[in-house]
């Protein structure tokens, strides 16, 4: 299926690659020598002034959860407590059981 970029956003684009073809394009005062960098460039500048642009596409290695990423090192800290926790207690569950009945003793006569 075909990306849909807003008229506004096809502009602003097409500006921008112009730049880069007269080899004004530049980014952090250095000039800009790749067409996919270039096309990023007008990408970002679109969605900054609001034009429609697609949202960014996740990378595999992105897809985790965002909490996760998000947490603190105290945070983890606790977690981590916490999950230790549960495989002590998981553990103790698991044990086999005493017996609870008396054995019976033979008295000798």
């Known amino acids: 299926m075909a990306r849909k970029y807003g008229k506004k956003a096809q502009r602003k684009i097409g500006r921008v690659m112009e730049e ?3 080899g004004s394009l530049k980014t952090h005062g250095r000039r800009v020598k790749s067409r996919k960098q270039a096309v990023a460039i007008g990408i970002s500048e679109a969605r900054q002034e609001g034009d429609k642009v697609p949202a960014k596409r996740r990378s595999a290695s992105k ?3 965002k909490k996760a990423s998000r947490k603190t090192a105290g945070a983890k800290r606790t977690a ?6 549960k495989t002590r207690a998981a553990g103790r569950k698991s044990a086999p059981k005493k017996s609870t009945r008396r054995k019976r003793t033979v008295k000798k006569s």
């Open 20 to 22: 880069y073809k007269r």
């Open 63 to 65: 897809k985790t959860s």
């Open 80 to 85: 981590s407590k916490k999950t230790a926790r």
